[in-house]
Nanobody, 126 residues
Framework: QVQLVESGGGLAQPGGSLRLSCAAS????????MSWARQAPGKGLEWVSG????????VYADSVKGRFTISRDNTKKVLYLQMNSLTPEDTAVYYC???????????????????WGQGTQVTVSS
């Protein structure tokens, strides 16, 4: 069965860094686009970043562009999100999610995603 398991969250200081991981199993990881999304307390789900199956296409929300980097290791079946220059506004639960259709609509359209991890909490505070 498809499983997505996030890890790497925790407490970081403003200006600090964290690297999130998402371990995938139960499907042909390299053939699927993947994304990270987040949900801050009291707010809706926000798409953060996406990457194509081969890793050749990477897209970012304006709110994280230049600070976050998405990557993947198809051999290990792991998706990553390197987060630098963190601010309190980055505090949220972060989810990885699978995008089955490479020709879908905008990466930020959540209807194009079919499986989600359980999430990992990121808290940015001094």
């Amino acid at each position: 069965q498809v499983q997505l398991v996030e890890s790497g969250g925790g407490l970081a200081q403003p200006g600090g860094s964290l690297r999130l991981s998402c371990a995938a199993s139960g499907f042909a990881f390299s053939t699927y686009g993947m994304s990270w999304a987040r949900q801050a307390p009291g707010k809706g789900l926000e798409w953060v970043s996406g990457i194509s199956g081969a890793g050749s296409t990477k897209v970012y929300a304006d709110s994280v562009k230049g600070r976050f980097t998405i990557s993947r290791d198809n051999t290990k079946k792991v998706l990553y999100l390197q987060m630098n220059s963190l601010t309190p506004e980055d505090t949220a639960v972060y989810y990885c999610t699978r995008r089955p259709n490479p020709y879908g609509s905008a990466w930020s359209n959540f209807s194009d995603y079919d499986f989600w991890g359980q999430g990992t909490q990121v808290t940015v505070s001094s």
